[in-house]
């Protein structure tokens, strides 16, 4: 062991494996460990970090948080012909209170057996407090897989150890001291400070004395016992000889004569060496002057601020250094004035800046509207902006006409009507507006005359109806009691040839036909309009259309077109659209329907309300990228000679998709938990490829598959990975061609 004095030790321990026994070989050896309590081992410090044995390799691993040294054959386990012994070096945090070696085997319990070496924590006494010195089991049997360190020194320096055995019983197997006493000259229990052992019933010569040859006199004894069975132990008488104790008197205090000793060699007391000044002033002024009294140092007395400043800034501030007075450094004027009129303009007194008098406004605007208005920015005046016209005039009249005094607008005087109407009603009614007479409308005749002569003559005289009063009479003047005075014919016209009432022929084609007693002849009627639904004609005609038939047109008898030429439409039963919405479950719906000879269809396509329209000639169509449960809404309008042809369907998306679930650790340890790093996928059925790649944190390949079923063990070509965080990378292929790509990180643990 070595103290490397920064709070770690160094240790080389030699492990030996008890391999051949005789006729009894070793079993079936699958790992050997060092355990250290009390402390953890250096990373990377363990050497070798490889054992090989007959042919195959102990791979060292760190475990239990740094404190198990573990060496294990990831391949076979081996049977041992011999027993080597393997020297591993290593290094530790602290002082561990105990080494532990142990094997583990598929064979018999004995290669099980734990071995122990006591560092920190051992037992320290003397002669006097030990007279009797036993194993650790004192009247009894000694424990199993127990270990114990004493070392015994004489009472007094000068002395010497002697224990004297007078009975042993420690346990061995086969002849070999699997429970073992080992004996150090001295007080360091290290292999070349060996005095006897190891010791078991197998090797022990009988009962004898140990006595220490070391400087110090002491003997130090080192005892382990594996779990299998114990012995009573051992009894020894100790004893010690020589050796002189200090009066504790040989100091007299004086400190001019250095401290006296005691030599336990001599039995003497040894003068001391009287002190010498070292040196005490440390030149320090802070600390006062240090003096030398013959023994000691004295300290000095500080010395004290005496008000170092005078208070005068010319001077700059004078400090105080712990010693001595700092002279100040006078001020410099920085450049007081800033360069802001606002502000005044700042002077320096020679030690500081004295603030300006901001200058007043001098009441810079002298009301003179044609300057502008001038205005003080705190420093000075600002001209004004002379004003400019900005159009004063608003069009509207009914203000008057604004105008421009050089500084604002002022307003118009608004006119007043002037009295616009004048009295003549053939120029209608003048009005005023508010900036001007308005021309009013003529007036029209409303047509005064209704017809009747028996209420006057109603005449227009341009304004108004006058009513002239009606003469009757005979107005007729071929009538024999014609009246030439009369105004309005009031049917009592007498002729010399009356009507013969049969002028009317009944033919409402030709008109009511009517008498003239004048010519005593009928005379023609006028044929109606078509305002007489009585007398319509129904003729045939050709409208042109090719889809329609029985073309027939209305006339009037007087030859006017009442309704025109216009047939019945032909109806032709066309073979139905059939429409007809695949899904193909990756977001794409195609529509087919049945071909029905037409040239063009025009489809109109509704997905969330958004409308598209499309015209073709093919009987399919393929809409793509669609959600799942995305509804479409799909129509067809068409024609087949002179039929109109529609026909809607609804269609829903159906999208079938995967997820890919991961865990973040699994822990390949056996036990039936988690041992494997296995994806769960849903849809499987929809998966074409797969791809898993596994990554250690250098980036090498650890694992790769293609089925979605295999799960990775931990292992590498044949040996168990490391506990670490690795890498993976997934790859899916849906049998829509839709890829997904996965990664993340695994945590292997144990």
Do not use: H
């Amino acid at each position: 062991m070595t103290d490397n004095g920064n709070g770690t030790y160094s240790f080389t321990v030699e492990m030996c494996l008890e391999g051949n026994t005789g006729s009894n070989f070793d079993p079936l050896l699958d790992e050997f460990e060092m355990m250290v309590q009390g402390a953890t081992v250096v990373a990377g410090s363990v050497s070798p970090t490889v054992f090989n044995l007959s042919g195959y390799d102990y791979n060292m691993t760190l475990q239990a948080g740094n404190t198990v040294i573990n060496y294990y054959s990831f391949t076979n386990w081996i049977g041992l012909g011999s027993d080597p012994c393997l020297q591993i070096s290593f290094t530790t945090n602290g002082l561990p209170s105990a080494l532990i070696g142990a094997t583990n085997a598929s064979g018999t319990a004995w290669e099980c057996i734990n071995r122990t070496i006591v560092i920190g924590g051992a037992i320290s006494t003397n002669c006097t407090s030990t007279p009797i010195f036993t194993d650790p089991g004192g009247n009894g049997n000694y424990p199993a897989n127990s270990a114990s360190t004493t070392t015994i020194c004489p009472d007094s320096p000068g002395g010497t150890v002697s224990v004297a055995f007078s009975s042993f019983d420690i346990d061995d197997v086969f002849g070999n001291c699997l429970d073992q006493l080992i004996i150090y000259n001295g007080s360091s229990p290290v292999s070349s400070n060996i005095l006897g052992g190891p010791f078991c019933n197998a090797n022990y010569p009988g009962n004898q004395t140990f006595t220490s040859t070391s400087i110090d006199g002491c003997l130090t004894f080192s005892f382990q016992s594996d779990g299998s069975s114990s012995g009573s132990g051992w009894s020894a008488t100790v004893s010690c000889t020589g050796g002189c104790s200090d009066p504790g008197n040989c100091d007299d205090g004086n400190c001019a004569n250095g401290t006296e000793s005691w030599d336990s060699n001599s039995c003497q007391c040894v003068p001391g060496t009287p002190p010498v000044n070292p040196g005490c002033n440390d030149g320090d002024c802070s600390n006062g002057i240090e003096t030398w009294d013959g023994c000691q140092c004295i300290p000095g007395t500080p010395p004290v601020d005496p008000g170092c400043n005078d208070g005068d800034c010319s001077n700059g501030v004078e400090t105080w250094d712990g010693c001595q007075c700092i002279p100040g450094t006078p001020p410099v004027d920085p450049g007081c004035n800033d360069g802001d009129c606002s502000n005044g303009v700042e002077t320096w007194d020679g030690c500081q800046c004295i603030p300006g008098t901001p200058p007043v406004d001098p009441g810079c605007n002298d009301g003179d509207c044609s300057n502008g208005i001038e205005t003080w920015d705190g420093c000075q005046c600002i001209p004004g902006t002379p004003p400019v016209d900005p159009g004063c005039n608003d069009g509207d009249c009914s203000n008057g006409v604004e105008t421009w005094d050089g500084c604002q607008c002022i307003p118009g005087t608004p006119p007043v009507d002037p009295g616009c109407d004048d009295g003549d009603c053939s120029n209608g009614i003048e009005t005023w507006d508010g900036c001007q007479c308005i021309p009013g409308t003529p007036p029209v005749d409303p047509g005064c005359n209704d017809g009747d002569c028996s209420n006057g003559i109603e005449t227009w005289d341009g304004c108004e109806c006058i009513v002239t009063p009606s003469v009757l009479g005979c107005t007729n003047p071929t009538a024999l009691n014609f009246n030439p005075s009369a105004t309005c014919d009031d049917g009592s016209c007498i002729f010399s040839c009356p009507d013969p009432g049969n002028c009317d022929d009944g033919d409402c084609a030709n008109g009511i036909e009517t008498w003239d007693g004048i010519a005593c002849q009928c005379i023609p009627g006028t044929p109606p309009d078509c305002s007489n639904q009585n007398c319509l004609q129904i003729i045939n005609c050709d409208d042109n259309d090719p889809c329609t038939e029985n073309d027939v047109a209305i006339i009037a008898a007087n030859g006017d077109v009442c309704i025109p030429c216009e047939g019945q439409l032909i109806n032709i039963s066309p073979d139905t659209l059939n429409i007809i919405c695949n899904n193909d479950s990756i977001g794409n719906i195609s529509f087919s329907w049945n071909d029905i000879g037409t040239e063009e269809y025009e489809l109109i396509v509704n997905v969330n309300n958004n409308i598209d329209t499309i015209y073709q000639n093919l009987n399919t169509y393929t809409i793509v990228n669609l959600v799942n449960n995305e509804n479409v809404q799909f129509s067809i309008y068409t024609s087949v000679g002179c039929t109109l042809v529609s026909e809607s369907i609804n269609c829903t998306a159906e999208v079938l998709d995967t997820k890919i679930y991961v865990p973040n650790a699994f822990s390949p340890n056996n036990d039936g938990i988690n041992d494997t790093f296995n994806v769960f996928i849903t849809n499987k059925s929809i998966i074409s490829n797969y791809r898993i790649v596994v990554y250690d944190r250098w980036g090498e390949q650890v694992f790769f598959s293609q089925n979605y079923d295999e799960g990775w063990d931990g292992f590498y070509k044949g040996y168990p990975e490391n506990i670490a965080v690795y890498v993976y990378y997934i790859e899916v292929e849906l049998t829509n061609g839709k890829r997904i790509y996965q990664k993340g990180n695994i945590t292997l643990i144990r």
